[in-house]
């Protein structure tokens, strides 16, 4: 069982290995003394790698995803461009 606290973080919008625009996401929190990892990925909006976490958690973090995709999206935009942190 995990302790109650979740980290969220999401990359710059990259490239994927077909040439698509993604962005990263990952949730992590301590479960039984080791972290628990789940990595999803946008615009698609999938879980694509997870440990810890139970199938009806990994379809909250889909719909979580899903919910916020482009606030997401905009935020990983502006950290994509250096010079729009100036």
């Known amino acids: 069982m995990a302790d109650g606290n979740m980290t969220m973080t999401y990359s710059a919008i990259v490239r994927d290995k077909d040439g698509r625009k993604i962005v ?31 199938a009806e958690e ?3 973090l889909e719909e979580y995803l899903r919910g916020n995709l ?15 942190w100036l």
């Not at 929190?29 to 789940?38: D, H, I, N, Q």
């Not at 990595?39 to 139970?54: A, R, V």
């Not at 482009?70 to 010079?83: E, R």
């Open 24 to 54: 990263r996401v990952k949730f992590e929190r301590m479960g039984k003394g080791v972290m628990e990892v789940a990595e999803g990925i946008l615009p698609d909006c999938k879980i694509i790698s997870q440990n810890g976490y139970t």
């Open 58 to 60: 990994v379809t909250g």
């Open 70 to 84: 482009d606030d997401f999206m905009s935020k990983a935009k502006v950290i994509s461009n250096p010079l729009k």
